[in-house]
């Protein structure tokens, strides 16, 4: 009788622990990776944008490029001939970026997209910068322009590229370090920038120099990652409650964190502060070594990373070698630690020794390092990442 009942009481004891879990891992997204509005852009796109012509089609394009953290911060104006591309200056991660030149990047990142659905949809795109350079982020954020696209009636072009728009996701999982990249990728990696007089490609696929760049990249991690500021943020951007991607549709989401789906669904049920304890204690993995399981680095650099057109060419560049990755079954990762800590340490008014580091490193004093990248044939298939609807960023 009172084993009975002893079995009895653990039983409900055990329904209400578990039921607990699994009502916090409901919560939590845990069976609902890649679902909800949050992610109805990616699908809506690819089921119907090789169909549907109109200027909306290139926004919606625009909208699944990449953007530090997710955070989006693209705004478009349509009118029947053109679309104009505004930063929205809020949307930023604060001292990590104190410059917003990663942001612009992000919109460079976009302006590719839109400039590939142009083709794609029977327009003749013609891209017109406006000049301008990076400031410290300003006390009353306001949306800022920077390009306008003219369009005309041109001839209908699709391209690998193109297609591969739907596909681009983030890879943060190790890479297989012993399956080296196709050379006729590489070399076509290598052009990729051909055009642009105000931006290069530089890569390295020598293990020696993958070293020197994952040393300098490590310890700026760690030493930038420190500054509480920097920390906040950063933070600010991350998604861990289910409920909240769906509201925000932007951030950083543990599905994107390149962790297998258990540790996943693990990570999912614990708190922030835990999540952050065990990344800091080795739990997570480690930075560097997923950088070394990446066969190839590569640098974008440009003239002067303070430009704002220039930054805006570095993003065309960094969307353009992702969807060429994507297109051939490849994995990229931005690793722009280094590159944080140069506007960092100008930021702060300290010497410039992750400057000096990197052009070291290129051997051509013309280039200044902006974006900072690996690829390589990854362990894990990347998640989509949330993104905000079309009539959420036109103005």
């Not at 929205?88 to 030149?101: E, F, I, Q």
């Not at 480690?286 to 430009?307: E, F, N, Q, T």
């Not at 570095?314 to 140069?342: D, F, K, S, Y």
């Amino acid at each position: 009788m009172h084993r009975r009942s002893f079995l009895k009481g653990a039983g409900v004891v055990t329904v209400v622990v578990v039921g607990g879990v699994v009502w916090r891992a409901y919560d939590q997204g845990v069976f609902s990776v890649g679902e909800g509005p949050a992610y109805e852009p990616w699908k809506d796109w690819s089921n119907d944008s090789g169909k549907t012509h109109g200027r909306l089609a290139l926004v919606r394009a625009a909208i699944l490029a990449a953007s530090p953290h997710n955070t989006q911060p693209w705004l478009f104006k349509v009118t029947d001939s053109s679309i104009d591309l505004y930063i929205d200056t809020k949307r930023n991660v604060g001292a990590l970026d104190p410059y917003l030149r990663e942001e612009h990047i992000g919109m460079g990142c976009a302006l590719e997209n839109l400039m590939l659905a142009a083709a794609a949809n029977g327009y003749q795109a013609t891209v017109k910068f406006f000049p301008g350079k990076l400031g410290t982020i300003p006390a009353d954020p306001t949306p800022k322009l920077l390009a306008r696209v003219d369009l005309a009636t041109g001839k209908q072009e699709e391209s690998e590229l193109y297609d591969a728009i739907p596909h681009r996701h983030t890879n943060r999982s190790a890479y297989f370090p012993q399956k080296p990249l196709p050379p006729e990728f590489v070399d076509t990696l290598g052009h990729l920038a051909s055009d642009e007089s105000n931006g290069k490609i530089f890569l390295f696929p020598a293990e020696a120099d993958r070293k020197k760049i994952v040393e300098i990249s490590s310890a700026a991690n760690t030493e930038i990652y420190s500054d509480p500021e920097v920390d906040r943020g950063s933070n600010r951007w991350i998604r861990i409650n289910w409920n909240s991607v769906q509201k925000s549709r932007d951030g950083l989401t543990l599905d994107t964190f390149g962790m297998p789906p258990i540790a996943t669904a693990v990570a999912k049920t614990v708190p922030l502060w835990m999540l952050k304890w065990a990344a800091s204690h080795g739990a997570i993995g480690g930075y560097s070594k997923l950088m070394l399981s990446a066969p190839l680095i590569g640098i974008i650099a440009v003239h002067d990373r303070y430009d704002q057109e220039h930054c805006l060419r570095a993003g065309r560049i960094w969307q353009r070698a992702h969807l060429l990755a994507t297109a051939r079954g490849l994995a990229a990762r931005p690793c722009n630690e280094a590159v944080e800590m140069i506007d960092y340490e100008r930021a702060h008014e300290r010497p410039a020794l992750r400057s000096r580091q990197l052009s070291e490193l290129l051997g051509d004093p013309e280039w200044q390092p902006t974006f900072v990248f690996y690829m390589g044939y990854p362990t894990l298939t990347a998640r989509a990442s949330p993104r905000r609807p079309v009539e959420n960023v036109v103005l």
